[in-house]
């Protein structure tokens, strides 16, 4: 057909048929996603299947956790809408003899029962790290560590669990400086307690600036919200886009700064010094 009939290229389509594409993301672990319809926010835990499909599964600031169809356009991130789909799983490269601590790596590890012994952390990204670095030397020693959604949160928890011989609780604290709220929400816990910390406001400033590419934490005046201040600063978006970016920068304790490994190494000790000693 002529190009002077006025009726243009019919195979063309009608502007009001185009789609703007919709980009697709991976849904990683800890991103987070609003569901498009119902407007649920919540970070990325896992994935389910079943007859009518895959899955998506979501987990709210409330700890509850709901399921999603993985559809075309169903979610939305920083308001922009987004088609989430499983990430692909890469050939595992051969295992190092060391683990993540630097730690002889254990061949063949099965799982093991838990001791009664716990390490508790102040909130997720702390637990997160822990695992990230000392996961493997954890499930060798059979220790859990559980996040506490807040240091205030501690002597209730205790209360609730009870520490003895035999029973010990090894607390992670961030900002444990002489003076300080933390420092007192800490003293007096008792033998069976132990309390570690590190200097840093927040577990994200244990990590070396150099490992996620900057050359120093900024300084955020006190009173503004540290994460989001840190983001405005670095260009990095909203806290989830700057956790995204801490997380995945740590793949071993090099990329930690030595306050805080010492800390954890030091519960590490504390709550299986009973198992070592077989008592």
């Known amino acids: 057909m002529s190009s002077r009939s006025g009726?243009?290229?019919?195979?063309?389509?009608?502007?009001?048929?185009?789609?703007?594409?919709?980009?697709?993301?991976?849904?990683?672990?800890?991103?987070?996603?609003?569901?498009?319809?119902?407007?649920?926010?919540?970070?990325?835990?896992?994935?389910?299947?079943?007859?009518?499909?895959e899955f998506v599964k979501l987990e709210d600031a409330q700890g509850r956790v709901r399921l999603f169809a993985l559809r075309e356009a169903a979610f939305l991130i920083d308001g922009k809408p987004v088609?989430?789909?499983?990430?692909?799983?890469?050939p595992a490269a051969p295992e190092s003899a060391r683990s993540a601590s630097g730690s002889t790596r254990v061949a063949g590890l099965r799982a093991k029962v838990a001791l009664p012994s716990r390490i508790w952390v102040e909130g997720v990204h702390d637990a997160a790290l822990v695992e990230r670095v000392?996961?493997?030397?954890?499930?060798?020693?059979?220790?859990?560590?559980?996040?506490?959604?807040?240091?205030?949160?501690?002597?209730?928890?205790?209360?609730?669990?009870?520490?003895?011989?035999?029973?010990?609780?090894?607390?992670l604290v961030d900002h444990l400086v002489t003076g300080s709220k933390e420092t007192g929400l800490t003293a007096g816990?008792?033998?069976?307690?132990?309390?570690?910390?590190?200097?840093?406001?927040?577990?994200?400033?244990a990590v070396r600036p150099a490992a996620v590419g900057i050359a120093e934490w900024p300084r955020v005046p006190r009173g503004?919200?540290?994460?989001?201040?840190?983001?405005?600063?670095?260009?990095?978006?909203?806290?989830?886009?700057?956790?995204?970016?801490?997380?995945?920068a740590v793949t071993s304790f090099r990329d930690l700064e030595a306050p805080l490994i010492g800390a954890v190494e030091r519960l590490v000790d504390f709550v299986t010094i009973d198992n070592l000693s077989g008592s």
């Open 7 to 53: 009726y243009g290229d019919i195979f063309a389509g009608h502007a009001r048929t185009k789609r703007t594409p919709v980009p697709r993301v991976a849904a990683t672990p800890d991103l987070v996603v609003e569901d498009a319809e119902g407007g649920f926010c919540g970070a990325v835990v896992g994935f389910d299947r079943s007859y009518d499909g």
């Open 83 to 90: 088609t989430l789909v499983r990430p692909v799983t890469r």
């Open 134 to 171: 000392w996961g493997h030397d954890l499930r060798v020693e059979g220790v859990v560590v559980e996040h506490l959604a807040g240091l205030d949160n501690l002597a209730d928890r205790l209360a609730e669990f009870r520490p003895g011989p035999g029973r010990r609780v090894g607390v």
């Open 189 to 205: 816990l008792g033998p069976d307690v132990l309390v570690t910390g590190h200097p840093y406001i927040d577990v994200w400033e």
């Open 224 to 248: 503004e919200d540290w994460k989001t201040g840190v983001c405005r600063r670095l260009g990095w978006g909203t806290p989830q886009d700057g956790w995204r970016r801490v997380y995945g």
